[in-house]
């Protein structure tokens, strides 16, 4: 076969462990660095930010993947905002964010990620989100499962079990009972801060309008990285994360990691119309269409009506 999953999924771990030794690395200092020189950090505004440490991650993961397959294309972040196409065919398509919650890595809130996917015909296939600074490794296998590893600062699995299958033990009953989260992103014209606003009121507190018939969410959350949001629903520790404005390599190896897990991810759009658990195929055009919705499974009743 021209891919092989278990190799690269293997490959992929390997890689993200490499990945998140070199942030540890980069995050020393980094706080002064930006007070320092905040401008030479800042992308289309000061809610945008890269560093350094972005930019080394990257490049390093992109080598690494060229030299041992030299046949598979590359989407990243960096390259992107570089100037390089980010087209997504059939070919094995490693779809890259070198450091998924940039400005935490800024401020030193520990939730950061190296996010790598694998698309695969164009659907993601492999996913791997590791979280150096709370050693958590998180990795899926379409098909094979998803796990979480804690590691010891070598890289070594440590716990027992030291792997754990992430299998969401029970089904979200009802919006009511859920722990959302949703991210400002860092579009902040007018009319994405008013939709986006008017979004959360109704999640959160408005009874004459809130979600199934008045009820409000428990508890709404915003942790700053889209990939760690994804795993967390995996792990069943947020049970709905909903975002419009992040990439593809924000969501890719996340979307992996909750399909594996038995959670939903979903454009939006079908979220809102349709009831969640009805698609669960992350199509090129969900993947690539900036709205994202991933939420643990629903019940079949409340997936009826739609979110
Ligand atoms: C961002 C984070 C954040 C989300 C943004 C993303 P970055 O990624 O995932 O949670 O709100 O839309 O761009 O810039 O830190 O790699």
Sequence with gaps: ADFDGQEVLAFAIELAKK????????????KAKAEADWESLTKKNTADLVTETDQAVEK???ETIAAKYPTHKFIGEESWA????????DAPTWIVDPIDGTTNFVTGFPFCAISIGVAYKQRPVIGVVYN???????????????????LDE???????????????????SSLRHAVVAVEWG????????EKKTLSFARLCGNPEEGVQGGQFVRGVRSIGSAALSCCAVAEGALDLWQEVGCWAWDVCAGAVIVQEA???????????????????????????GRKYVVIRAIADSEGEKGI
């Design 19 to 30: 990945a998140g030794n070199a942030i540890l690395q980069g995050s020393q200092n980094r």
């Design 154 to 172: 070598k890289g070594a699995q440590i716990g027992q079990p030291s792997k754990l299958p992430l299998n969401p033990i029970f089904p979200l």
């Design 82 to 89: 570089a100037g390089e196409e980010a087209k997504l065919d």
């Design 262 to 288: 038995g959670g939903a991810v979903v454009g939006s759009k079908q979220a809102f119309l349709s009831g969640a658990s009805k698609f669960n195929d992350v199509t090129p055009e969900v993947l690539q």
């Design 186 to 193: 860092s579009d902040r014209t007018k009319e994405t801060i």
């Design 132 to 150: 150096p600074f709370l050693r958590r490794l998180y990795s899926a296998w379409k098909g094979n499962g998803a796990y979480l590893e804690y």
């Design 60 to 62: 390093l993961v992109k």
